[in-house]
């Protein structure tokens, strides 16, 4: 079983057959290196890609085989890349509840309590069911008018939600565009009649 740096050195010399199995040997280190320090990163994933990002940049540019080991550039480059990440993007600041605590009239110390967020709950549910209900009643067991609602609901676009259309029921964009047009002046007029 062959090492990194045999790998790398065989990659260099012009064998391309092994740049997957470096690459894989790679990850696992790269892997093992983001979990070491995974409780301080909001985003592990994105500090692994910019060091597999590295890969190929040490292969073609720094690496020269009759005077460095490929694992020692790799190290040093893993560790400045955390190092950056770490200062500029993705350092976790913990929270401690102790840090909220608030300070009564008397000058005592009041610690600090959780809300009871059950009755939001409760009426962000409510609220959404309510809002179900009215696209169930516009959408008059219509897949595309259903469809169209839905992606209304969500904030998605006439032109998204067109091109959504075309796909799942087939036909062209621009005829299902108009129909969202047409459509979304009869639900005004709807919604305009029962205020």
Known sequence: ??????????????DTSVYDELCDKVFKLIAKESEKVWYK?????????????????ILSNHFDPAKDKFSSLL????SKERSFFLEKRGRQTPVYIEALASVDDSGEAKPFELEDNESNFELAFEERD???EKIALLAQDDKRKLLIL?????????TK?????????????????????RF?????GRLAGAL
């Open 1 to 14: 079983m062959a090492t990194i740096d045999e790998l790398a050195i065989a990659y260099k010399n012009g």
């Open 41 to 57: 990163l909001k985003n592990s994933v994105e500090l692994e890609c910019r060091c597999l990002k590295q890969i190929d940049r």
């Open 75 to 78: 190290f040093y480059n893993m």
């Open 130 to 132: 309510g809002l179900n």
């Open 150 to 158: 839905t992606e209304w609901s969500n904030g998605t676009s006439d």
């Open 161 to 181: 939600i067109s091109e959504l259309l075309a796909q799942s029921l087939g036909g062209k964009t621009e005829a299902h565009r108009k129909f969202i047009q």
């Open 184 to 188: 979304r002046k009869q639900c005004q």
